[in-house]
């Protein structure tokens, strides 16, 4: 449960931080940061600077970290959506939609490796997306290939007892709460299949609001990510920058029950990570205050934080 700096708890949501937003620190300080914050878990990308999947020793760095997070006190999400883990000159490939059916396989054994990794780890869920539809590819096509080639996984996922939560990705085959159903269905609603929802993704894309798609997903919801957004456009902001009116959204993540983890996701604000990390985590309490004292009292919106100073501005491309 994530904590006030009075020690008071306003919700029972725990708030986590993705190491995607920190990718310029090392695996054991982004770790030790997230703790002296008062953040409840971690958002863990596997990645070649932070417990690189395919370097030797996975099993043993992943017992250091486990015994890393345990003293720390720290829940952890296992999340996969490294840019070149995979090939160094494609990014997010090759992906489960691959035409080529060893490309596929590649992107199959990193996510039952992320699998295991889950497991050792204690993590509460593993993320994944489906890709881009290839070039030539017809979405029928691509669709036959997500469902067989997630089937090893989810096997995985049952065998470990840790869902995989799928997350709707614009851009993406599967892209919408509706695609993730689609999915559901053609797979016959198995037991490890969860969702990632993502709460910028609904304002950008999503036809209900954000709160809305929380209520809508609470049945399959297995992992949340959390960071301001604009719609129509898919670029990840810090909170206060967007259109999202949050105390509603964390009101409705309350309210469904869910006790994963909700993971701040600013990947393009890594050069800046400590400043973002520190900035988010107060806006998220007090936006949870606002939520609790709503009920009773009408309170005003939570205000947005303080300007970044310079150094914080992101760098390189808005594109995620």
Same mark, same amino acid.
């Given at each position: 449960?994530?904590?006030?700096?009075?020690?008071?708890?306003?919700?029972?949501?725990?708030?986590?931080?993705?190491?995607?937003?920190?990718?310029?620190?090392?695996?054991?300080?982004?770790?030790?940061?997230?703790?002296?914050?008062?953040?409840?878990? *971690?958002?863990?990308?596997?990645?070649?600077?932070?417990?690189?999947? =395919?370097? @030797? /020793?996975?099993?043993? !760095?992943? %017992? #250091? &970290?486990?015994?890393?997070?345990?003293?720390?006190?720290?829940?952890?999400?296992?999340?996969?959506?490294?840019?070149? *883990?995979?090939?160094?000159?494609?990014?997010?490939?090759?992906?489960? =939609?691959? @035409? /080529?059916?060893?490309? !596929?396989? %590649? #992107? &199959?054994?990193?996510?039952?490796?992320?699998?295991?990794?889950?497991?050792?780890?204690?993590?509460?869920?593993?993320?994944?997306?489906?890709?881009?539809?290839?070039?030539?590819?017809?979405?029928?096509?691509?669709?036959?290939?997500?469902?067989?080639?997630?089937?090893?996984?989810?096997?995985?996922?049952?065998?470990?007892?840790?869902?995989?939560?799928?997350?709707?990705?614009?851009?993406?085959?599967?892209?919408?709460?509706?695609?993730?159903?689609?999915?559901?269905?053609?797979?016959?609603?198995?037991?490890?299949?969860?969702?990632?929802?993502?709460?910028?993704?609904?304002?950008?894309?999503?036809?209900?609001?954000?709160?809305?798609?929380?209520?809508?997903?609470?049945?399959?919801?297995?992992?949340?990510?959390?960071?301001?957004?604009?719609?129509?456009?898919?670029?990840?902001?810090p909170f206060g920058d967007g259109e999202i009116d949050f105390p509603p959204v964390l009101a409705a993540l309350a309210s469904t029950g869910y006790r994963g983890l909700t993971v701040?996701?600013?990947?393009?604000?890594?050069?800046?990570?400590?400043?973002?990390?520190?900035?988010?985590?107060?806006?998220?309490?007090?936006?949870?205050?606002?939520?609790?004292?709503?009920?009773?009292?009408?309170?005003?919106?939570?205000?947005?934080?303080?300007?970044?100073?310079?150094?914080?501005?992101?760098?390189?491309?808005?594109?995620?």
């Amino acid at each position: 449960m994530n904590r006030n700096p009075d020690g008071t708890s306003p919700s029972p949501l725990r708030f986590g931080y993705g190491t995607n937003g920190l990718a310029d620190l090392r695996l054991d300080d982004a770790l030790g940061l997230l703790a002296d914050l008062g953040y409840d878990g *971690v958002g863990l990308t596997l990645d070649h600077m932070h417990l690189d999947p =395919l370097a @030797p /020793d996975l099993a043993a !760095r992943t %017992r #250091r &970290v486990a015994h890393r997070l345990d003293a720390l006190g720290l829940g952890v999400t296992v999340e996969t959506g490294a840019r070149y *883990v995979l090939d160094p000159r494609r990014k997010h490939g090759p992906s489960l =939609l691959d @035409p /080529d059916p060893d490309d !596929r396989a %590649r #992107r &199959v054994g990193l996510l039952v490796r992320a699998v295991e990794v889950a497991a050792d780890l204690g993590a509460h869920a593993v993320h994944c997306f489906s890709g881009l539809l290839p070039d030539g590819t017809d979405e029928d096509t691509a669709w036959k290939r997500l469902a067989e080639t997630l089937a090893p996984i989810l096997d995985a996922a049952a065998t470990a007892g840790v869902p995989l939560a799928v997350e709707p990705e614009p851009g993406h085959l599967l892209a919408t709460l509706a695609d993730f159903h689609h999915l559901r269905r053609t797979l016959g609603d198995p037991e490890p299949l969860g969702l990632t929802l993502d709460i910028g993704h609904c304002q950008c894309l999503e036809p209900l609001s954000p709160a809305d798609c929380v209520r809508d997903a609470a049945p399959w919801l297995r992992h949340v990510q959390i960071e301001d957004m604009r719609r129509g456009v898919h670029e990840h902001l810090p909170f206060g920058d967007g259109e999202i009116d949050f105390p509603p959204v964390l009101a409705a993540l309350a309210s469904t029950g869910y006790r994963g983890l909700t993971v701040v996701e600013l990947p393009r604000h890594s050069h800046a990570g400590p400043h973002f990390a520190a900035r988010s985590l107060p806006f998220l309490h007090a936006a949870a205050r606002t939520a609790a004292a709503a009920d009773t009292t009408g309170a005003a919106p939570v205000p947005a934080p303080p300007p970044g100073d310079p150094s914080a501005t992101p760098e390189g491309s808005s594109t995620p």
